[in-house]
């Protein structure tokens, strides 16, 4: 028995939803048949199926390389937390907690993270513990510092004496 074309495509269109919802009721009810089916279509066909891909992919390159830009800039704090709880062996919360009880500030200048100033995990060097989240400038000084509370003070003191119109004596 043989379908008319004719007959067979007025049908498919009068019968569109109720083919739907069955197609997707037999997907549902067989997974592994479906797969194995994805499979043996995509071995079956696959230098067809790449030599696609790449037409798409070079039609559309300028608006996937936005769109991979833009997801690059709006995850950036986060990718830098993740890479942070990995460096300092710190879990994610733990970081979100120190950030919440420093009121999202540098702990040093006060100055708030956001979009543009994302903190830095300080930590001492020699045992590895975390201090606390500084801005990158705050972080830098400590650095240059040598992480030394009588260098931090002194440069205090050359600080108020400068900035106050005095000299320091030799």
Known sequence: MSRDPANYKAWVARNREK????Q???????PDKL??????AYARNRDTVLARNKVWENAH????????????HENAPQRRLQAASRK???????????R???FNRCEICSVEFGARTSPCVDHDH??????????????FAIGHLYNSPRNAVSAAVYLRA?????????
């Open 24 to 30: 997707r009721e037999w997907r549902e009810r067989n």
């Open 100 to 102: 919440d009880a420093q």
């Open 35 to 40: 797969k194995k089916y994805d499979a043996d």
């Open 162 to 170: 400068t900035t106050s119109g005095l000299a320091l004596s030799a």
């Open 126 to 139: 020699d045992t590895g513990k975390v201090r606390g989240l500084l801005c990158k400038h705050c972080n």
């Open 19 to 22: 083919r739907l919802v069955q």
């Open 61 to 72: 390159r300028t608006e996937r390389n936005a769109y991979a830009l833009r997801k690059y």
């Open 88 to 98: 300092y062996g710190i879990a994610l919360d733990e970081l979100a907690a120190l």
